[in-house]
């Protein structure tokens, strides 16, 4: 449940990302459409993985115009200066997720049920970025995704009987 302190919050790193967003179309000499923050306004409001087709029907049930191929572009534009990550949650298809302000985490997923558990971890964390400064880099963020199954067999089989495509 959300208190009214993580909603403030929420909110707060919703504005900034959305002004980060705007210079960066300005820099960029991009229109700075209201389709386009949309977009970003619709994945930082929601909590959970999103796909752009999931994005695009949420944007078209408000009643917006947006097209499913300014969905994809506004996407890839945040992907690019590290406002969303992408995941793969094993679903032959891309998720995303607001990165702005959130810490980076594990996602576990069940390849039998799709069930999404995140983790995070401090030494994770550390680790990740040692390896990249041993690589030479320097660490933006990471979102990670490992497959097991459920250990929870019934529950695991109850899910993937009513799996729905996505
Ligand atoms: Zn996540
Ligand atoms: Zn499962």
Known sequence: MQTPDTVTESNERAAQAESMFRSFLKAEGLRCTSERIDVLQEVYRSDTHLDADGIYNRLREKGTGISRATVYHTLDLLFR????????????????EK???????LHIVCHRCGRVEEATSSRL????????????????????????????????DERSGEKPQG
């Open 81 to 96: 200066i590290n406002l969303v990550t992408r995941i793969d949650l094993g679903h032959h298809h891309t998720h995303y």
């Open 99 to 105: 990165a702005f302000g959130v810490a980076n985490h």
């Open 125 to 156: 964390g550390g680790l990740v970025e040692k390896l990249c400064a041993e690589q030479g880099f320097t660490l933006g963020s990471f979102s990670l995704q490992v497959f097991g199954e459920c250990r929870d067999r019934q529950g695991c």
